[in-house]
């Protein structure tokens, strides 16, 4: 049984963690917006930035839109120097939806503004309070990547064997 001082700690870390005034979230949408993207292009971008290049229908479905949208999406995207259709090098008649240089730079930019911004707060701590937080930032990171495997344990043990597997 967790105690009530650690659950109590446990929601202190959580507001802590996930508070996003309006200003933080003004800020986000002014870095998005320097860059004229609509969320949907952000979307298609980390799409294309976790899992690589995507046929136009793999990227429809991750976008959960019908492939009709998806195209006119990309077409947009690709008019703007983001995005750009390849064709498979296994099979010509498969296209491939890639991020061009600008696509992948607006990540960048956006982790750029992040780190600035973030190192001006970091500026204001003391050299104990680096420190700590140093600490507790590798424990976020070690116990995530444990919940991650765990999770990936569970899911594989859970899940049919697709077919021809």
């Not at 190192?119 to 991650?148: C, F, P, S, W």
């Amino acid at each position: 049984m967790v105690s009530t001082d650690r659950q109590a700690l446990q929601r202190e870390l959580l507001e802590e963690m996930t508070a996003w005034s309006p200003r933080d979230r003004d800020g986000a949408f002014k870095t998005w917006h320097r860059h004229a993207l609509s969320l949907v292009h952000l979307n298609v971008l980390t799409a294309l930035e976790a899992e690589g290049p995507l046929s136009m229908r793999r990227l429809a479905e991750a976008m959960d839109v019908s492939d009709a949208s998806a195209t006119g999406i990309v077409d947009r995207m690709e008019k703007r120097g983001l995005v750009e259709r390849r064709h498979g090098t296994d099979d010509r008649r498969q296209v491939l939806v890639h991020p061009t240089p600008a696509g992948a730079q607006v990540f960048s930019d956006m982790a750029a503004h992040r780190r600035s911004a973030l190192a001006k707060v970091l500026a204001e701590l003391t050299e104990e309070e680096l420190a700590a937080l140093l600490v507790g930032m590798r424990a976020i990171h070690a116990a995530k990547a444990r919940v991650l495997a765990a999770s990936q344990v569970g899911s594989e043990v859970t899940q049919p064997p697709k077919p021809g597997e």
